[in-house]
């Protein structure tokens, strides 16, 4: 059955962005990705100090985390959105 949606899709018409309304606009995987990443770099920034009990050691590994991770949270996102299976 995956394999049936895997090869039907390659055979569906592509469609451009501004065509496909399923699809989501850039900026709304930008909001998701920031509001994401701050409940995320909280977490990062809780344990962290929680393990090393230092404010600015956490502050550091939090703010790392909080860059790195909203990036490939976004381009995740907009991996996901070009793949078809499933919708």
């Known amino acids: 059955m ?3 949606q895997l090869i039907l899709d390659k055979n569906a018409s592509k469609k451009k962005f501004s065509e496909d309304k399923k699809s ?8 998701k ?4 990443r701050v409940i ?11 393990l090393t009990g230092e404010v600015a ?4 590994i939090a703010s790392i985390d909080f860059v790195t ?7 995740h996102e907009r ?4 793949i078809t299976w499933g919708r």
Do not use: Q
């Open 79 to 82: 991996v996901w959105n070009k």
């Open 33 to 36: 990705a920031v509001s994401w």
């Open 69 to 75: 991770k909203m990036f490939l949270y976004f381009v």
């Open 24 to 31: 989501e606009k850039p900026i709304r995987s930008v909001a």
């Open 57 to 60: 050691i956490a502050a550091s």
């Open 40 to 50: 995320g770099t909280l977490d990062t920034l809780l344990i962290s100090y929680l």
């Open 2 to 4: 995956i394999v049936d």
